[in-house]
């Protein structure tokens, strides 16, 4: 068993245990509610998944290099609305308005960069700041007003329900095409590029990598870059999906990216994970969010207390493997030598 | 004398004086004595949690849970009282709600290891969890008079017993923080932790003891806000650890630890709950009032960089 382990890296063996973890818990649900296994189900998570996903992932880039991304939440209602109030008086395609909610989200990350890799201001306080102004700016700037989708373009209101290709009545929606496209974008951009490897030195051993030359100031400023431009993404998606948009859109959505990324196996301290852990978590508490208002057993009510205790399982889970594989690592070393 | 001036604390006194001048001469009800009192009144939850607050973050840790803790004890009470709970009883219990709390936090930070950023922003949406779950989406009041007169009643002179803990808070943990050996060592834990265990100080207890003041001190102020409010809903007192945090930082507490003193803790909850005072008076919305904050929390430490990278840049 432990020469099995030894073979393995310990990243590929957590997103394996996730995996089947994924296949126990859609096991279990689908004995407790009907329909459960359905093309329609299917849908519904994967659309709900599609837009926490680009944020998890902006998430996890920040996270790798050692710092926390609080203002996602807010960042993500900006765009919304921002983008479907400019829609209502310019309406515009598709690839413009894609192109605006990244801009959008680039500048908005740029700010939170800024602070953090030049200001030097830790990141918690930087971000937990930015949450606040940004959502202070929204509330402001709408003056509580909702987009509503008559003012929306018609493309925007049906995107929902487009569908790239159908198989029977099993339909892949473009939104989830998308979400997933820029997961696997990043990935392999993570795991060939070699300035990716920048991103988990910084996070890895700061004063090592700043001793290897990297640009330390210069990553962690991408990395929230980054992390304002997918959570634009995720914007534009919000807006789609739910076409009316108030002022407490994308509220709380900061947590939920930080569940998926620390379920998602990537560590807090910084240095390790991979995109995969993070689709992987994103679609555990995605759907285990989704499953509990349609189980009749527990009442909607305990949807945040179970997603608390699933956070703090999966880090405590997380720390005991981490641990356990160390010591075994050195004990078969030791036995060697 | 001039020391003092140049110390974080001795800018917090200008920046206070600037405000309480600046309050008085354009602001009309501001210097009345209830103006002074509902100053206080207003914020007198988060700024008794702040004092708690301020041991855990100088000890290197931080504590994101306060707020759903404050919000499960009112909710805790709530139920507790309408289930025919006598309200005395009902409030121990509740108290050792916020002990417990505590420790399931300390249990992971001081002996699992896991940092206490990722504990206590589980515990943040596990105790807001649990507090939705125990009053669903009602709305519940109805509370016995003297405890919702708690806040406002006059108990020693005109202060009502709210405040009167505040400030018997803030002068026995001050004492404990800075003339006892305890403190010292939060401090010593606070800078280096490897090396205050090699010094022979027990981390973890410490450790232990701060989350479950934390704790305790939270379930006390969640106690008083439900009397303030004098009803109770499932996110009561949501998005308090943010000014709660603030309030910290900006008193001069590093986010790093091992440094800050009650006195600028002290200092900028005066600040806070004078500029929040002024901008209601003047019909300042809440959440322009909070981004002001929010500004004041990032310059508070962006200055100080921006100052010293001034000062080493080579003339």
């Known amino acids: 068993m432990s020469s099995l382990l030894r073979r393995f890296h310990p990243q590929t063996l957590r997103v394996v245990a996730l995996a089947l973890v994924l296949a126990l818990v859609i096991a279990f649900f689908s004995s407790q509610i009907d329909n459960y296994l359905s093309p329609r189900m299917f849908n519904r998570i994967a659309t709900s998944a599609a837009v926490i996903l680009p944020i998890a992932i902006g998430q996890a880039m920040v996270v790798m290099t050692r710092n926390i991304d609080l203002s996602v939440g807010s960042l993500v209602g900006i765009v919304a609305y921002l983008i479907g109030d400019f829609l209502g008086d310019v309406p515009l395609g598709p690839v413009p308005t894609l192109l605006l909610a990244l801009a959008l989200g680039a500048f908005c990350g740029a700010i939170n960069g800024a602070l953090v890799a030049y200001g030097r201001v830790p990141s918690i306080i930087a971000t937990l700041g930015t949450l606040a102004l940004f959502r202070t700016f929204l509330v402001e700037y709408s003056n509580a007003a909702t987009i509503t989708t008559d003012s929306l373009p018609k493309w925007v209101v049906d995107l929902p329900q487009a569908t790239i290709f159908t198989v029977g009545t099993f339909e892949v929606r473009v939104m989830v095409v998308v979400s997933l496209v820029a997961a696997m974008i990043f990935g392999i951009a993570l795991s060939r590029l070699r300035s990716a490897r920048k991103f988990y030195a910084v996070g890895s051993n700061p004063d090592a990598a700043a001793m290897a030359g990297i640009n330390s100031a210069r990553v962690v400023f991408m990395a929230f870059v980054l992390s304002g431009v997918l959570a634009g993404l995720a914007g534009l998606i919000f807006l789609a999906k739910f076409g009316n948009i108030t002022v407490v859109a994308g509220l709380g959505f900061e947590l939920k990216s930080i569940a998926a990324v620390v379920v998602g196996g990537v560590n807090i301290f910084g240095g390790s994970g991979t995109i995969l852990g993070v689709v992987l978590g994103t679609v555990l508490v995605d759907t285990i969010d989704n499953s509990l208002t349609r189980w009749a057993l527990v009442s909607e009510f305990w949807r945040e207390a179970l997603l608390g205790i699933l956070i703090m399982t999966a880090v405590a889970a997380d720390t005991f493997m981490t641990r356990s594989f160390a010591r075994m690592r050195r004990s078969t070393l030791q036995g060697v030598s | ?315």
């Open chain 2, 1 to 315: 004398m001039k020391q003092f001036f140049a110390s974080w604390e001795g800018l917090l006194l200008v920046i206070l004086v600037i405000v309480v001048a600046t309050n008085a001469f354009t602001v009309d009800e501001f210097l009345t004595r209830q103006n002074q009192i509902n100053l206080f009144q207003l914020s007198i939850e988060k700024i008794i949690v702040a004092l708690a607050m301020t041991f855990i973050i100088i000890s290197a840790e931080i504590d994101l849970s306060v707020a759903s803790i404050m919000g499960l004890a009112a909710c805790a009470f709530a139920i507790l009282f309408h289930s025919g709970v006598p309200a005395g009883v009902a409030i121990v219990l509740c108290l050792l709600l916020g002990v417990a709390a505590g420790a399931f936090n300390a249990f992971w930070v001081a002996y699992v290891g896991i940092p206490s950023l990722v504990v206590t922003l589980a515990m943040l949406i596990g105790y807001r969890g649990f507090a939705r779950v125990l009053l669903e989406d009602q709305g519940l009041g109805n509370f016995p008079d003297w405890f919702v007169r708690l806040g406002r009643d006059p108990f020693i002179g005109p202060f009502p017993l709210s405040l009167i803990v505040f400030v018997a808070l803030l002068v026995g943990l001050s004492i404990l923080l800075h003339r006892t050996g305890f403190g010292r060592q939060v401090f010593v834990i606070g800078n280096n932790a490897e090396v205050a265990r090699y010094s022979g100080v027990k981390v973890a207890r410490i450790r232990t003891i701060l989350f479950i003041m934390s704790g305790f001190v939270s379930a006390l102020a969640g106690l008083f806000y439900a009397g303030r409010l004098a009803s109770v809903r499932g996110d009561a007192a949501f998005g308090f650890e943010l000014d709660i945090i603030t309030m910290v930082l900006l008193g001069g507490v590093s986010v790093f630890g091992g440094k800050g003193s009650m006195l600028g803790v002290l200092l900028s909850i005066l600040i806070v709950l004078n500029l929040r005072n002024g901008m209601a008076l003047e019909n300042i919305t809440g959440h322009i009032q909070t981004a002001v904050i929010g500004i004041l929390l990032i310059g508070s430490v962006l200055g100080p960089n921006l100052i010293d990278n001034l000062r080493k840049r080579p003339a």
